[in-house]
Structures are given as C-alpha cells and as structure tokens.
C-alpha cells in the first residue's frame, strides 16, 4: 500500500511560481514511475508531467519550458516546479505512483492539491 499526500497549492498572480511536492509512504518509493496531473473544473484530469523511476521526464506540452518535474527518492518525495504560470493552469493537482508489486504495476493518487492562478 502506498500513501500521497501533496502539498504546496495555492493562490498565485499570473507570471508567478509554485513548488509542489508530494511524499509517498512505503519503501519502494525509488522503483516507483511518478506523475503529477491536474483536474480543471468540469474538465477530465490530464497528464502534467512525469518521472520514470530511472529518472526520465515527459511533459504535457502546454507546460514544456515552464514546468519541472524532479524526484528526490532519499526523501520519497516528487517535485513540480511551476513557473509564469497562467490562469489556465488553475486546477487540482493529483500525485500518481505507479508501483510494481507482486509482478504488477498499482497505481495510487493523492488527494490532490489546489493551485489557483488569478490574472
């Protein structure tokens, strides 16, 4: 079993920056693939970024340049740096592991986190 919780949402001028971050209980933190995604109102969640557990990323395009996933597995903590933010980017923001277990891959969510944008 693995546990999210995320942390560092909150209210933001256009052109700002946020950090969130997201600790997973467990051992097996370092073999788990992570993601962060958001939820905008009355929209379906969407990739934003992720992380391999070798430490490969990927980005939504509407956040390359601007976004940067990193890991730091010492702490079991995923990062999303966020930076000139836009309005658009108001949203829920959801940590995802994808652990391997038992021959499988789970997958987990955070309760997510509130980022607001104001412009």
């Known amino acids: 079993q693995v546990q999210l919780v995320e942390s560092g949402g909150g209210l933001v001028q256009a052109g700002g920056s946020l950090r969130l971050a997201c600790v997973a209980s467990?051992?097996?933190?370092?073999?788990?693939?992570m993601g962060w995604y958001r939820q905008a109102l009355g929209k379906q969640r969407e990739l934003v970024a992720t992380?391999?557990?070798?430490?490969?990323?990927n980005y939504a395009d509407s956040v390359k340049g601007r976004f940067t996933i990193s890991r730091d597995n010492a702490k079991r903590t995923v990062y999303l740096q966020m930076n000139t933010l836009k309005p658009a980017a108001t949203a829920v923001y959801y940590c995802?592991?994808?652990?391997?277990?038992?021959?499988?891959?789970?997958?987990?969510w955070g309760p997510g986190t509130q980022v607001t944008v104001s412009s």
């Open positions: 995802l592991a994808r652990t391997p277990l038992y021959g499988d891959l789970y997958a987990y």
């Open positions: 467990g051992k097996i933190f370092s073999a788990s693939h």
């Open positions: 992380i391999t557990s070798g430490g490969s990323t």
